[in-house]
């Protein structure tokens, strides 16, 4: 064991040290080489250090770069040196994080993380918090209590009953609402399609005066951080209007709920703290290994109501339970690698990052149109949206900087027109990495 550990950490060494060295998305050929990892199923064992040998002579090669300086796909953190050693401690202590009796250390160390979250996002210190796998589940946790409490206070008991014969509950989401908000109300029995949708402005807020009239039976989605354009919803007009009604505000805040580390991006998020509930990644902007999101309900017995369980076996605890605030029993101690991230940063570290990738999507924007290219968004944050002119020329760029490998971006269409999508969000994006991706992009593009 001891000799295979010492071997796993010179390869992961020798990984990340030449992340910046490759192409950010893996060659042909070594994707092809990908087949070499299956053939039949082996029916003896192996040395463990052949095993290790085997996926990282032909695994390493064929992943993409996402932890280097110039990965600007989707929105993807790198992680941070202290995450990453963390997540390896804690795979060598394996623990079951779901119960305080299974791993008195990790359910301490959640605890402290909650601490902290509360105050680096300005969120309600006492909220009830889950640590899932992203903001998919986040979103997904956040709305169960939603559900659970407005149809609590109609006289209807959810988690016993069910949906059939509810009194029906109303959703309220913007027009560019993520995917994964109405993936998590598909999974909720709420519907994808039976939510009421609010137009939207050119940088995709929600227009509050398009707002539908409210009750205490509905729940409106706003958005921190369009996955787009970074715009954030206006979360003060629209928790003042969801108060007089009783109405339930939730926010998708995957990665823009970071602004709030940032005396500088945090007005953008005036309001969002008066909301119920929230979701946030936290293998986005805080730069962990994935997978990491949190739920944070403002009332912990309602995300708590939605998601305990009780069995004989079990005995009742006066202490935070972690599986009685998440969708998951069994599962990994995430909360370990958020401690160690934080406490490496620090508030002013992570204000530092956040701040950074904020002026190098400036940076990319001013260039870019001093280029002459269109940028289409309002960069108020990390999302830079470019377009090369027409739609064709727009798709063919794109594809040529992302065949070239010096850096990545992802495609997208913004309001009808094609867009180059470049999200900075990574601890390890130097200036210098900006510099030499917009050398490519402009030479590609002109
Ligand atoms: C605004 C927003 N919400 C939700 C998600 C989904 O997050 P995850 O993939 O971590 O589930 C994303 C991911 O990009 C996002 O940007």
């Known amino acids: 064991m001891k000799e295979l550990l010492a071997e796993t ?18 060659r042909p050929e070594d994707v092809a080489r990908l087949e070499e990892l299956g053939g039949p199923l082996p029916e003896h064992p192996s040395d463990p250090a052949k095993v290790l040998a085997l996926l990282d002579d032909v695994g390493s090669p064929a992943t993409v770069a996402t932890t280097g300086g110039r990965y600007f796909g989707f929105v993807i953190g790198g992680t941070l040196p202290a995450a990453l050693s963390a997540n390896w401690l804690a795979g060598a202590w394996d623990q079951n994080a779901a119960m305080q009796i299974m791993s008195p250390a990790t ?128 979360a003060a007009e629209i928790c003042a209007r969801a108060r007089e009604a009783n109405a339930w505000v939730h926010v998708d805040g995957a990665f823009g709920l970071w602004a709030a580390v940032s005396p500088t991006f945090a007005p953008l998020l005036a309001g969002v703290s008066d909301a119920d509930s929230w979701a946030i990644d936290c293998h986005k902007w805080l730069n962990v290994p994935y997978d990491s999101g949190l739920a944070v309900v403002r009332d912990p017995d309602s995300l708590r109501t939605a998601m305990s369980l009780s069995a004989a076996y079990l005995k009742p605890s006066d202490k935070r339970e972690p599986w009685h605030y998440a969708p998951e029993s069994s599962r990994r101690a995430r909360g370990v690698e958020l401690w160690a991230a934080i406490r490496s940063l620090g508030r002013s570290g992570l204000r530092e990052m956040i701040e950074r990738n904020c002026r190098q999507a400036k940076f990319f924007a001013d260039r870019l149109r001093a280029a002459g290219f269109e940028v289409l968004n309002d960069v108020v944050l990390n999302q830079v949206l470019v377009s090369f002119g027409t739609a064709e020329n727009t798709r063919r760029v794109l594809a040529e900087i992302q065949a070239e490998g010096t850096c990545w971006c992802g495609g997208t269409t913004w309001q009808g027109k094609p867009a180059m999508r470049i999200s900075v969000s990574s601890y390890a994006t130097t200036d210098d990495d900006v510099e030499r991706s917009l050398e490519v992009m402009i030479k590609l593009a002109k």
């Open 9 to 26: 950490a010179a390869r992961a060494t020798r990984y990340v040290a030449g992340i910046n060295q490759r192409p950010v998305t893996p």
């Open 107 to 234: 359910a301490k160390i959640e605890e402290i993380v909650m601490t902290w979250m509360a105050d680096l996002l300005s969120l309600p210190p006492n909220s009830g918090m889950g640590f899932v796998t992203g903001t998919t589940m986040a979103n997904f946790s956040a709305l169960a209590a939603a559900r659970t409490t407005l149809l609590k206070r109609a006289g209807w008991d959810v988690e016993q009953d069910g949906l059939f014969g509810a009194p029906p509950i109303t959703v309220v989401v913007g027009g560019e609402v993520h995917v994964s908000v109405l993936k998590a109300l598909t999974l909720l029995g709420l519907g994808r399609a039976r939510v009421t949708r609010v137009p939207v402005d050119g940088q995709g807020r929600m227009r509050p005066d398009q707002l539908p009239p409210l009750n205490d039976r509905t729940v409106i989605c706003a958005q921190a951080g369009n996955v787009n354009t970074g715009a954030f919803d206006p």
